[in-house]
């Protein structure tokens, strides 16, 4: 049984930093790319950030790049979302999701498998 739980959410003040981490179990982690979602209230699920599965390319979506930074380690099968610079809009639920290939996607649909999430609460 595939375990996806994230964690390190919480509130902090505009320009603070978080980092979020997201432990997968019950796979081989290194078959898969893995990202980051969120959704804030009344809004559409969005895309935030992508890793292949050597962790060797990584993608942003716009509104975080040069903000965000994304990592794992593969030999404790965790990925990191390293935030930086956060903004009152960045407030949100944020969720880790594996897919099993190594092409980028960026819609919720291309992803096999999904955390319950981890609030994100930026003050201004």
């Known amino acids: 049984q595939v375990h996806v739980v994230e964690s390190g959410g919480g509130l902090v003040q505009a320009g603070g930093s978080l980092r979020l981490s997201c432990t997968v179990s019950g796979l081989t982690f290194d078959d898969y790319s893995m990202a980051w979602f969120r959704q804030a209230p009344d809004k559409e699920r969005e895309w935030v950030s992508w890793?292949?599965?050597?962790?060797?390319?990584?993608s942003y979506a716009d509104f975080v790049k040069g903000r965000f930074t994304i990592s794992r380690d593969n030999a404790e099968n965790i990925v990191y979302l390293q935030m930086n610079g956060l903004k009152p809009e960045d407030t949100a639920m944020y969720y880790c999701?594996?897919?099993?290939?190594?092409?980028?996607?960026?819609?919720?649909?291309?992803?096999?498998?999904w955390g319950q999430g981890t609030q994100v609460t930026v003050s201004s």
């Open positions: 999701a594996a897919r099993a290939h190594t092409t980028l996607v960026i819609v919720p649909s291309g992803y096999n498998y």
């Open positions: 890793i292949n599965w050597s962790g060797s390319s990584a």
